[in-house]
Structures are given as structure tokens and as C-alpha cells.
């Protein structure tokens, strides 16, 4: 069997695609399907770049290692989703990566923000994980089986990014008086980002069954999360919404110095492999 044909083999839901696969298949996604996995690994790219600050700097050992363990697993997930996208136009993850500039980056706002302390990453990861679980569980019905593959993969490591920040609700929650502020806190600084990621685009009706819609992760995900907060005797903020328009290629002010720091070492010495 050849390199090619046995790298088709993995596109099933039950098996694990690398990207490395990807980049060996035969046949490329239409503009349509590119532009959404376009989607799906810039949420995953710079998530785990601002997770990887953590590292060394968790309040325990234990969470440098779960946090770093959730940001490589987001660079997988990124990995998988940009090599796909680059096959429509000839451009490898690394160009996606390295050489896009920021109006080009099309990830929600909500994965830019600052970390803030503790309690504001377990927020932030909290929300994208029971997002990114409903998105991926409905994704591995995917039309597309290169994206199905993806997800497939991708929603059993997120199964675990979304036990643990519950638990880290929970302890905060109903913890000490200053954790159960500083997790309060958190959640309002959070939550004005989270119907962006909700937000239909007319790239959605051009993907049919490729695709999921986002309005249409939003009931169970309020379910999910009325059901942890109640748990840990928090609620939903009344906050208002924020603007948005990452998907459109306009940012936070945050993005521009998450990629200086991303992108700085590829940009110094392009070409450059170790």
C-alpha cells in the first residue's frame, strides 16, 4: 500500500489523523471548508499559546502540568485544522502560523484575552471547553471525513480539558471567601465574549452539513453551564456583550502582541528547522 493510501486509511472517526496525514492526502478542501477549519485552528493556536504562560507559574505543580498538557493538546488540534486549511492553498501550518498577519487570524476574541490570575484562565478555559465539546461532538457527523477525523480525535482530549476546569469551578465556588470572589470575578470578565463564539456567519449556509452552525450549540451549552453553577452556588453574569469580529479578521487589541511573541523566532530566521 502506498504512503498516500495508507494515510487514507486514518480518515475515519474512530481512528487518530495526524497532521502529517493530512498533508499527504490526494485531495484538497474547497475555499469554504479551508476558511472554517481556518476557524477552528486559530481558536486552538493562540488558546495554547496563552495557556503556555502558565507553565512554571500555576499555583501548584500539578496544574503547570494539566495546563501544559491542555495547551498541547490545542496545539494538536491546531496543527490538524491549519494543515487542512493550507491544502487549499498550498501553504503549510507553519505559514498559517508564522507568516499570517493579525487582520488574517479569524479566532474569537474570548481566546485573546488576558490570562488575569487563576481564576480568569479556569473561566475563560471553562467556557471554551464545554464549547468546544458540544462543537466537536456534533463535528464528527461531518460530511467532510478529514474534519470528522479531526474532531473525532479532538473531542475525547477535550472531554478532560472540560472535567477539569469543572472541578476548578467547583473548588473555587466553594472554596474560601477570596477564591469564590476571584472566581465570580472571573466569570464576568469572561462572559461579555462568549456569544461570539454562538454567531452565525454567511459561511456557515455555504458549508451545509460540512459544518456546524454555532446557534445551534447555544441551548445545550447554557444547559451545561447552568448545571455547574448551580453546583458550585455561582450564576450567570449579567454583562453586557462584546462587539466581536474575529471571524472577520478584526480583533482585541491583544492579538498583535500574542503573535510578536508567537511568531518572532520563525520571522527572524525563516526556514530555519531543529
Given at each position: 500500500?502506498?504512503?498516500?493510501?495508507?494515510?487514507?486509511?486514518?480518515?475515519?472517526?474512530?481512528?487518530?489523523?495526524?497532521?502529517?496525514?493530512?498533508?499527504?492526502?490526494?485531495?484538497?478542501?474547497?475555499?469554504?471548508?479551508?476558511?472554517?477549519?481556518?476557524?477552528?485552528?486559530?481558536?486552538?493556536?493562540?488558546?495554547?499559546?496563552?495557556?503556555?504562560?502558565?507553565?512554571?507559574?500555576?499555583?501548584?505543580l500539578e496544574e503547570d502540568v494539566a495546563l501544559a498538557n491542555i495547551a498541547l493538546d490545542q496545539i494538536g488540534?491546531?496543527?490538524?485544522?491549519?494543515?487542512?486549511?493550507?491544502?487549499?492553498?498550498?501553504?503549510?501550518?507553519?505559514?498559517?502560523?508564522?507568516?499570517?498577519?493579525?487582520?488574517?487570524?479569524?479566532?474569537?476574541?474570548?481566546?485573546?484575552q488576558p490570562n488575569g490570575d487563576f481564576a480568569r484562565t479556569i473561566a475563560r478555559q471553562f467556557v471554551v471547553?464545554?464549547?468546544?465539546?458540544?462543537?466537536?461532538?456534533?463535528?464528527?457527523?461531518?460530511?467532510?471525513?478529514?474534519?470528522?477525523?479531526?474532531?473525532?480525535?479532538?473531542?475525547?482530549?477535550?472531554?478532560?480539558?472540560?472535567?477539569?476546569?469543572?472541578?476548578?469551578?467547583?473548588?473555587?465556588?466553594?472554596?474560601?471567601?477570596?477564591?469564590?470572589?476571584?472566581?465570580?470575578?472571573?466569570?464576568?470578565?469572561?462572559?461579555?465574549?462568549?456569544?461570539?463564539?454562538?454567531?452565525?456567519?454567511?459561511?456557515?449556509?455555504?458549508?451545509?452539513?460540512?459544518?456546524?452552525?454555532?446557534?445551534?450549540?447555544?441551548?445545550?451549552?447554557?444547559?451545561?453551564?447552568?448545571?455547574?453553577?448551580?453546583?458550585?452556588?455561582?450564576?450567570?453574569?449579567?454583562?453586557?456583550?462584546?462587539?466581536?469580529?474575529?471571524?472577520?479578521?478584526?480583533?482585541?487589541?491583544?492579538?498583535?502582541?500574542?503573535?510578536?511573541?508567537?511568531?518572532?523566532?520563525?520571522?527572524?530566521?525563516?526556514?530555519?528547522?531543529?
Amino acid at each position: 500500500m502506498s504512503e498516500a493510501n495508507a494515510s487514507a486509511t486514518r480518515i475515519t472517526p474512530g481512528n487518530a489523523l495526524r497532521p502529517e496525514d493530512i498533508a499527504l492526502l490526494e485531495t484538497k478542501p474547497g475555499d469554504a471548508v479551508a476558511q472554517y477549519a481556518l476557524w477552528l485552528g486559530d481558536d486552538a493556536l493562540i488558546l495554547a499559546q496563552r495557556l503556555g504562560w502558565w507553565i512554571s507559574r500555576a499555583p501548584e505543580l500539578e496544574e503547570d502540568v494539566a495546563l501544559a498538557n491542555i495547551a498541547l493538546d490545542q496545539i494538536g488540534h491546531a496543527r490538524s485544522f491549519l494543515t487542512y486549511a493550507g491544502r487549499a492553498w498550498d501553504r503549510t501550518e507553519d505559514d498559517l502560523a508564522y507568516f499570517r498577519r493579525e487582520p488574517e487570524f479569524r479566532s474569537v476574541h474570548l481566546v485573546e484575552q488576558p490570562n488575569g490570575d487563576f481564576a480568569r484562565t479556569i473561566a475563560r478555559q471553562f467556557v471554551v471547553a464545554l464549547y468546544q465539546w458540544e462543537l466537536y461532538s456534533r463535528l464528527v457527523d461531518s460530511s467532510d471525513p478529514t474534519l470528522a477525523a479531526i474532531a473525532a480525535k479532538a473531542v475525547k482530549e477535550v472531554d478532560y480539558h472540560r472535567d477539569h476546569s469543572i472541578q476548578w469551578i467547583l473548588r473555587l465556588g466553594q472554596g474560601t471567601e477570596e477564591s469564590r470572589h476571584r472566581m465570580i470575578a472571573g466569570l464576568k470578565l469572561t462572559w461579555p465574549y462568549v456569544e461570539e463564539l454562538f454567531t452565525d456567519h454567511p459561511l456557515v449556509d455555504e458549508l451545509g452539513d460540512v459544518g456546524v452552525r454555532p446557534s445551534t450549540l447555544r441551548a445545550p451549552f447554557d444547559a451545561a453551564v447552568q448545571v455547574v453553577l448551580a453546583e458550585a452556588d455561582l450564576e450567570v453574569p449579567q454583562v453586557p456583550g462584546s462587539v466581536g469580529g474575529g471571524r472577520l479578521g478584526r480583533h482585541s487589541e491583544h492579538l498583535g502582541y500574542i503573535l510578536a511573541e508567537l511568531q518572532v523566532l520563525a520571522r527572524e530566521y525563516p526556514g530555519a528547522s531543529w
